[in-house]
């Protein structure tokens, strides 16, 4: 019996686990759906559309909302801080970006980078060359590196860190 039992204990870990990741999939796919007339309105520059949706169409508020466990919903809030970001309301991008993680090359450096930028904007210096830093220091490229570190450069400058400042130009040059 102890050994069906163990069996049976097995089987339900394991359709839970499929179940579980069925699930997900499922969701995300849900998500993705959502999200695409916001990410249409995000592209036409209909930053308030791409937000809060129109009345027919989630906004990528709603699909965090909704979604937010799921990789579509994780992506949303890029696009959330990003629209913030060009709005100008920087204190409001900063949650949404550190909510945000990829392994993506480009996307995930891309989000270090705004939230630097958001930093910068308050004249939080200190934390703006931290995110730069990592910007640069995550998965390099020779594209967009010398970007991020020319931007921590001037953030260190703003710090009067003239020491740090001129490392990160001498990564650039090197």
């Given at each position: 019996?102890?050994?069906?039992?163990?069996?049976?204990?097995?089987?339900?870990?394991?359709?839970?686990?499929?179940?579980?990741?069925?699930?997900?999939?499922?969701?995300?796919?849900?998500?993705?759906?959502?999200?695409?007339?916001?990410?249409h309105?995000?592209?036409?520059?209909?930053?308030?559309?791409?937000?809060?949706?129109?009345?027919?169409?989630?906004?990528?508020?709603?699909?965090?909302?909704?979604y937010?466990?799921?990789?579509?919903?994780n992506?949303?809030?890029?696009?959330?801080?990003?629209?913030?970001?060009?709005?100008?309301?920087?204190?409001?991008?900063?949650?949404?970006?550190?909510?945000?993680?990829?392994?993506?090359?480009v996307?995930?450096?891309?989000?270090?980078?705004?939230?630097?930028?958001?930093?910068m904007?308050?004249?939080?210096?200190?934390?703006?060359?931290?995110?730069?830093?990592?910007?640069?220091?995550?998965?390099?490229?020779?594209?967009?590196?010398?970007?991020?570190?020319?931007?921590?450069?001037?953030?260190?400058?703003?710090?009067?860190?003239?020491?740090?400042?001129?490392?990160?130009?001498?990564?650039?040059?090197?």
């Amino acid at each position: 019996t102890l050994v069906f039992s163990l069996a049976g204990l097995i089987a339900i870990v394991l359709a839970g686990y499929f179940g579980y990741k069925y699930y997900m999939e499922s969701q995300n796919t849900l998500a993705q759906d959502e999200m695409f007339q916001a990410v249409h309105y995000f592209e036409q520059d209909s930053l308030d559309l791409a937000l809060n949706g129109d009345g027919n169409y989630y906004g990528f508020l709603d699909v965090i909302d909704n979604y937010g466990h799921t990789e579509a919903g994780n992506l949303a809030n890029f696009y959330v801080g990003t629209i913030y970001m060009k709005k100008g309301s920087y204190t409001s991008a900063i949650p949404f970006l550190e909510d945000f993680s990829s392994n993506d090359m480009v996307i995930q450096a891309r989000a270090y980078s705004l939230l630097g930028d958001a930093y910068m904007q308050q004249g939080a210096f200190s934390d703006a060359a931290s995110y730069y830093t990592k910007a640069a220091d995550y998965k390099p490229n020779k594209y967009f590196t010398p970007i991020y570190l020319m931007k921590a450069g001037l953030a260190y400058e703003k710090l009067e860190d003239y020491s740090n400042a001129a490392k990160q130009y001498e990564k650039i040059v090197e």
